[in-house]
């Protein structure tokens, strides 16, 4: 029976479609050609006899449609189905539908059909045929082939999309599926165009990085920090890892450089410690015959995804070392690291001497990671002393919340003294004697004559009522000197932070979601288009579509302006509108907890 298919063109035109036997007409690299009404299968990737337990899915369905009954339809309720067709095609298929047969022995009166032939992918092959003699009078697909005639443009932006929008294969699939459109490119065609996707972004990256490269070395020359006359200029980085996987057991990673003047990306290296092909290999290689092996070895080595043999946790360091060794080719050359001191990248990196002796790499501290070792000190403080019988909690005492408080003054007495170690050094030393002062003991050495601290400020008079007693003093001190160390705060002096990383984390990884594995060129695409969009907005994208043969049209356009616009506007709103929301949750979070209690901790309430 015929099938109606809705065109999806802005309107709904409906056309009858029949199903009829496939030509050998297509696209190589798109699945082969499949009856509209053909449904994708795959093989199981056993084929052992060997007899296995009905698994606990197997059975919870088996068992539910048993008693369900009729109540369950498996099979489609509407013939109706949708395509995606190209408006050039569809105007011309319009015009034609008022041919006539060619065949002399058909009537005038005779009926034009709209009947699809085959379909490839996401484009079809639409035909007019007689509904008296089957003479096809006009042949066409919905897509227009691209590059070198075997792939259709709609397949390509289909791959295209679900790498730029963050969706896998199956994702995408169960997507199309709910439209009611056929199955897409099969997953194998899919991988060899990820492949194809992968050479056009690394293109478009090199052209982008090299003006990238050209904009920043105008922007230190402008600030007087280099010449004209120098052939390779000085600049500092904010250098980051981020993975794939939580739980350092990830098998991707990305170690990524921002110039901290311009906030550009520079450059960016991904690692990877797995190959899925050779997985497969390994586990295979035993049934195969040597010289398959061999061939795979042979054709293998120049693509294989695996780049690092180490664990997760080192690929940030590897990373670092490309990186810095690369630089050395550039006009850039990043002789100050801004980093976190969560991995050994610096050491590596100062170990490597890039740049020789007398041109050393220095390092600076991320003061948001700097003020986290508060924190973590403070913590071990307690949890030190708890082993000695003594505690340091409870009320009026470092509690969560008062850490929190003691983490944020730490942190605003580095921020407000930016360029003055001793500035830093004296504020950063009032917080503990300022909080355990007393009536009878008052003791505000270091507190500043300004608005915060009462004690200096005649106008604010009052009694002492102490954060914390006055015997804590002498249990903090030691903490609040290590982390006023000249040398620690030297490092600190420009305040910088490494917030523009973790932005750039959100923007790789949202093309790669955390949820599910992605091999090292999916990961190589999204930090592409992380790189991309974060130094010059989404509309840099169409650069990668260029490459990869697409034309970019006014609804990707429209769409992309739409993104950078909303990104400006989201950059004016003041931090300290931020600073408020994000205090007033925390106040939120506290009045929840007051009010009910504990109401989730591991074995807490167990029998």
């Known amino acids: 029976n015929p099938i109606p298919i809705k ?164 994702q995408a699939t169960g997507f199309l599926s709910h439209l009611e459109l056929p199955p897409t490119i099969s997953d194998t065609a899919f991988t060899n165009k990820i492949d194809q996707l992968a050479e056009s972004c690394q293109t478009a990256l090199q052209d982008h990085l090299k003006l990238i490269h050209e904009i920043v070395r105008s922007r230190y020359i402008e600030e007087g920090l280099a010449s004209l006359d120098d052939e390779k200029i000085d600049i500092g980085v904010s250098f980051d890892g981020t993975w794939h996987k939580r739980g350092h057991t990830s098998h991707n990673g990305v170690g990524v450089a921002i ?26 290689e035993d049934n195969l015959p040597l010289k398959d092996v061999q061939n795979f070895i042979a054709t293998h080595d120049a693509k294989c995804a695996k780049n690092h043999e180490g664990s997760s946790n080192a690929m940030e360091v590897a990373a670092a070392k490309i990186i810095w060794e690369r630089s050395k080719s550039s006009k850039l050359r990043y002789v100050t690291m801004l980093s976190d001191g969560d991995s050994k990248a610096y050491d590596a990196v100062a170990k490597l001497k890039p740049y020789g002796e007398d041109k050393p790499v220095c390092k600076e501290e991320c003061i948001n990671h700097v003020a986290k070792r508060m924190t973590a000190a403070l913590e071990n403080l307690k949890k030190s002393k708890q082993k000695d019988g003594i505690s340091l909690g409870g009320r009026g ?62 106008k604010k008079s009052q009694g002492h009522r102490p954060d914390l007693p006055k015997p804590m003093l002498q249990t903090l001190l030691p903490v609040y000197e290590r982390l006023s160390e000249d040398a620690l705060l030297e490092r600190c002096s420009r305040v910088s932070t490494q917030n523009a990383n973790e932005s750039l984390n959100g923007l790789i990884w949202r093309r790669c979601p955390k949820v599910q594995y992605y091999g090292r060129k999916s990961v190589q695409i999204a930090s592409v288009m992380g790189v991309m969009s974060f130094n010059s907005g989404v509309t840099e994208l169409n650069k990668i579509k260029e490459q990869f043969g697409l034309t970019v049209g006014r609804h990707s356009t429209a769409l992309s302006l739409k993104r950078d616009e909303r990104r400006k506007k989201r950059d004016i709103v003041s931090s300290s509108s931020r600073k408020d929301r994000h205090h007033r949750k925390i106040s939120e979070r506290q009045r929840y907890i007051q009010k009910e209690g504990v109401t989730y901790a591991a074995g807490r309430f167990g029998a």
């Open 7 to 170: 065109i999806i063109i802005g309107f709904a035109s409906i056309f009858q479609v029949s199903p009829v036997p496939l030509t050998a007409q297509g696209d190589s690299s798109s699945t082969s050609a499949q009856p509209v009404t053909a449904l994708s299968s795959r093989t199981p990737p056993h084929s052992t006899d060997i007899s296995l337990e009905p698994s606990t899915s197997k059975r919870k369905l088996e068992t539910y449609y048993q008693h369900a009954g009729d109540t369950v339809s498996v099979e489609p309720q509407s013939d109706t189905e949708y395509r995606l067709i190209d408006i050039t095609m569809l105007r011309d298929m319009i015009s034609s539908l008022h041919t006539i047969c060619p065949n002399p022995d058909c009537s005038a009166a005779n009926v034009i059909e709209v009947c699809e032939d085959s379909s490839f992918g996401l484009s079809s092959k639409l035909e007019l045929v007689c509904s008296l003699c089957d003479n096809v009078v006009y042949s066409k697909f919905t897509s227009p082939r691209v590059g070198n005639g075997k792939s259709f443009d709609i397949n390509n932006r289909f791959t295209f999309a679900c790498k730029a929008e963050g969706l896998g294969y199956e």
């Open 397 to 458: 005492m470092l509690t969560a919340t008062m850490i929190k408080q003691l983490h944020s003054c730490y942190r605003r007495a580095i921020k407000q003294n930016a360029g003055d170690v001793s500035a830093m050094k004296k504020a950063i030393m009032a917080t503990p004697y300022h909080i355990t002062s007393t009536d009878d003991q008052p003791d505000h050495r270091f507190c500043p004559d300004d608005d915060w601290c009462w004690y200096r400020n005649p």
């Open 259 to 284: 110039d901290i003047l311009t906030g550009y990306v520079v450059d960016f290296e991904v690692m990877s410690n797995m190959c899925v092909a050779c997985e497969r290999m390994e586990a295979k």
